[in-house]
């Protein structure tokens, strides 16, 4: 199957930071990509989905000024937590959908301290 | 509100026997469905699809059910083996839309 790759997969920041996650798509080209959180013992929640070259469309309750989300290119999505909160801490998951599946990256574990 | 559901937080099997996770939905405008795997700490990896239009779409030792009229699918594995031991999620979505629904997950634990 196709491959997505996340970066960072551990991230531990002061609060008040910001944080940037990378999404890319390595063998195909992404049109769309999702931003989903996951607390433990939860479901995937998704946060916002972006087109590339386009501005992201972010789910009910989920601040657009807080979570930037830019998907500058077909390959590349970048999710940037600002000033990060401990309530913010979670587990980060993106996916990349060209014309089949969706494929899911592995993860960003983010802890604020 | 959650519009998919796995009532079942956890289910334990022997290797060799049959698996089966449930998967509930309330949203009658969900007509693809899809079903998950999760190790800890990892991204979801897509296991099986089925689209409203089937009632049974079968892949090696996995097959999935649709009952629509029961808003209803399942997942069954057979045979189970050690390495099915995992999270599965069931999620679902309409049309085109590609925005996917997730349930909360099953935890199967397959015992030797």
């Known amino acids: 199957g196709a491959v997505v790759s996340q970066h960072p997969s551990r991230v531990i920041c002061k609060s008040g930071t910001s944080v940037k996650i990378e999404c890319r798509s390595l063998?195909?080209?992404?049109?769309?990509m999702f931003w989903y959180r996951q607390f433990p013992k939860q479901s995937l929640m998704l946060m916002a989905t972006s087109n590339e070259g386009s501005k992201a469309t972010y789910e009910q309750g989920v601040e657009k000024d807080k979570f930037l989300i830019n998907h500058a290119s077909l390959t590349l999505s970048t999710l940037t937590v600002t000033s990060a909160h401990p309530e913010d801490s979670s587990f980060y998951i993106c996916?990349?959908?060209?014309?089949?599946?969706?494929?899911f990256g592995p993860g960003t574990r983010l802890t604020v301290t | 509100d959650q519009q998919v559901k796995q009532n079942s937080p956890s289910l334990s099997v022997q290797e060799g026997r049959i698996s089966i996770l449930n998967c509930d939905y309330t949203n009658s405008m969900f007509d693809y469905f899809l079903w998950y795997k999760k190790y800890p700490a990892e991204g979801p990896t897509f296991l099986i699809s089925?689209?409203?239009?089937?009632d049974k779409n079968e892949d090696g030792r996995f097959t999935v059910f649709l009952n629509k009229s029961a808003k209803h699918l399942s997942l069954h594995i057979v045979p189970s083996q050690p390495g099915d031991s995992a999270v599965y999620f069931c999620a679902a979505n309409t049309g085109t839309a590609s925005k996917l629904t997730f349930g909360t997950g099953t935890r199967l634990q397959v015992t030797l």
């Open positions: 996916s990349a959908k060209g014309t089949g599946e969706q494929y």
């Open positions: 089925i689209s409203s239009i089937k």
């Open positions: 063998d195909f080209q992404a049109t769309t």
